[in-house]
C-alpha cells in the first residue's frame, strides 16, 4: 500500500465553513454574513509530512493528479486554480492551516529552528497581501516552509551504523544517511515516514485565498468591512512584538552598559534570544506529545521496534512557545543546536559547555537585576511582569566543580513529559546524554 499523495482541489466556503468554523469561530461567523459564492473560491491543498511548501520564497502547489509539487504558473495546475492565485506571483497566497501544521524558517539549514510551528486554525501570510502602506519591506525570498516540523528531533543519539542498517533494509532506502548531528535527522525522518513500507498517512491541509478574496479584504467594499478589520487586527496584536523590539533592543543595550557587561557577542545573543523564548514570542523545544508536528507516533514506534534503541525512552522534542498560562509546560533551550536570530560567526567556537553556560548564566543573571531595577523604564511591561515569574535553570551533561550548573540527569524528575511517548516503553530512561541536551537552559514557571 503506497502512502498519500499530496493534492489540490477547489473548494467554495459552503464546501469548508463547518471545518474553518471548528477551528477558528470569529473568522466564520464574519464570513458567514458576506456568504461568499462560486464567484470567491478558495483551493484546498493537502501536503505530506516534509513537503517544503516555499523553498526560499518561491510557492509550491501539489498537481491534482500525480501530487508532484510544482510552482503555481506550472501548466499541470489547473487553469481556473492558476488564474486565482496569479496574484501571487509564486509567493505563498495567505490561508489558514486546516489540519496539523507547517513550519516556516529563515534558513533550515543554518538556524535550526528560527521561527514558527504553525497549527491549525493559525491564518497565514497577512503581512505580504494587507494593503497597509505604500512601502514594501517584506522579504519574501528569505522565508522556506515545511509541511510539519524540520525540527523534529529525536532526544537519544541515533548514530549507531549497525542500528541503521536496520533501518535501511526494512524501509528499502539503501541511501538514507546516518545523522551526524540533530539537524540531519529530519531528512532521516522524512525517508522512513515517505517509504511504503511505513504506510504513513499523516498529512497537513492548508486552505488558500483566491485572489477575489484578498481584492475585497483590502477595499472599502461595506459588505467586507468586517472581516477586513477582523484580518487587520489579527495582524497588528501578531505582530505586537515585533513593532516593538527595536526598543527591546535598546533596552538590552542598555542593561550591558550599565552593568558594564563585555559578553561573548554569541553569549549576548542567547541571552536575549532567552528573554524573548521566556517572554513568548519566539520557539524553543518542548516534548511532542501528540502527531501535529509530524508523524511523532510512527517514529518513535520505527526506533523502538525497527532501530531497536535499548536504553532510552525515544523522546522527540518539537517547536513550541513558553506560556505563563501553563505554568506546566516547560520549555529549553540547546546550546548545542542554538537557534538565536543574531549571532556573530566567530562568537560560534565555543571554548567548552560549561564554559559557556557558566557565562550565560553570569549575564542573564546581570540582566536580570537590571531590569528589575527599575531604571530601564520597562514597568508596566511584559518584560517586566514576565521577569519576576519565571526561572532560567542551567543544565549540562559535565559535572560543573564549581556547582553552578546542574546535572542533566535531574531534568526527567522536574518534566515528567521527558519520558513521554506515544507508544509503550519499558524499563526506558531519559536520554540525558543526547545532543540536544549536554548542554542547555530550561525556563519554567516560578
Avoid at 550591558?256 to 523564548?277: E, G, S, V, W
Avoid at 560543573?400 to 519499558?426: F, H
Wanted: positive net charge; contains cysteine.
Amino acid at each position: 500500500m503506497e502512502s498519500l499523495k499530496p493534492y489540490l482541489e477547489t473548494v467554495y466556503w459552503k464546501d469548508i465553513r463547518e471545518k474553518i468554523h471548528a477551528l477558528n469561530p470569529k473568522f466564520s461567523a464574519l464570513v458567514d454574513e458576506i456568504d461568499p459564492g462560486k464567484e470567491f473560491p478558495l483551493y484546498l491543498a493537502k501536503y505530506r509530512y516534509g513537503d517544503v511548501i516555499v523553498r526560499e520564497g518561491d510557492f509550491y502547489l501539489p498537481t491534482p493528479d500525480e501530487g508532484k509539487l510544482v510552482r503555481p504558473d506550472d501548466n499541470g495546475i489547473p487553469a481556473d486554480i492558476r488564474k486565482g492565485l496569479d496574484y501571487s506571483k509564486s509567493i505563498i497566497a495567505p490561508g489558514i492551516v486546516v489540519t496539523k501544521s507547517m513550519q516556516l524558517s529563515l534558513n533550515p539549514n543554518f538556524n535550526f529552528m528560527s521561527w514558527f510551528l504553525y497549527t491549525s486554525g493559525t491564518i497565514f501570510a497577512l503581512w505580504k497581501f494587507l494593503k497597509a502602506g505604500v512601502h514594501e519591506y517584506h522579504p519574501a525570498k528569505i522565508f522556506t516552509i515545511t509541511a510539519g516540523s524540520y525540527s523534529l528531533v529525536m532526544a537519544p543519539n541515533i548514530g549507531g551504523a549497525a542500528y541503521h542498517k536496520n533501518l535501511r533494509l526494512k524501509y528499502k532506502l539503501p541511501n538514507i544517511q546516518i545523522p551526524k548531528n540533530a539537524i540531519e535527522q529530519w531528512p532521516l525522518f522524512v525517508s522512513l515516514a515517505r517509504s511504503p513500507i511505513a504506510k504513513c498517512y499523516w498529512h497537513t491541509e492548508l486552505l488558500f485565498f483566491s485572489e477575489n478574496w484578498v481584492k475585497k479584504i483590502n477595499c472599502n467594499d461595506t459588505a467586507w468591512l468586517k472581516l477586513s478589520h477582523y484580518l487587520f487586527q489579527y495582524v497588528w496584536e501578531k505582530s505586537g512584538f515585533w513593532r516593538n523590539k527595536i526598543f527591546i533592543d535598546y533596552a538590552f543595550s542598555r542593561a550591558q552598559m550599565n552593568r558594564n557587561l563585555r559578553p561573548n557577542p554569541y553569549i549576548a545573543d542567547t541571552a536575549k534570544y532567552l528573554i524573548f523564548l521566556a517572554l513568548g514570542v519566539i520557539p524553543g523545544f518542548i516534548p511532542a506529545t501528540d502527531n501535529t508536528a509530524g508523524p511523532v507516533e510512527l517514529i518513535q514506534k520505527i526506533y523502538l521496534e525497527d532501530y531497536h534503541l535499548r536504553k532510552h525512552v525515544p523522546t522527540i522534542m518539537q517547536p513550541g512557545c513558553f506560556s505563563l498560562a501553563k505554568p506546566a509546560n516547560l520549555i529549553y533551550y540547546s546550546m548545542t543546536c542554538p537557534s538565536t536570530f543574531e549571532f556573530s560567526p566567530k562568537a560560534r567556537k565555543f571554548q567548552n559547555n560549561l564554559f559557556d553556560l557558566r557565562e550565560l548564566k553570569h549575564i542573564m543573571g546581570k540582566i536580570t537585576e537590571e531590569i528589575k531595577s527599575g531604571r530601564l523604564k520597562l514597568d508596566n511591561t511584559p518584560i517586566m511582569d514576565m521577569i519576576h515569574k519565571v526561572n532560567f535553570d542551567y543544565f549540562s551533561n559535565t559535572k560543573d566543580k564549581y556547582g553552578e550548573i546542574r546535572s542533566t540527569k535531574e531534568m526527567q524528575a522536574e518534566d515528567p513529559n521527558l519520558t513521554k511517548c506515544l507508544v509503550p516503553t519499558k524499563n526506558k530512561t531519559f536520554a540525558y546524554n543526547g545532543e540536544l541536551f549536554r548542554s542547555c537552559v530550561r525556563i519554567s514557571a516560578a
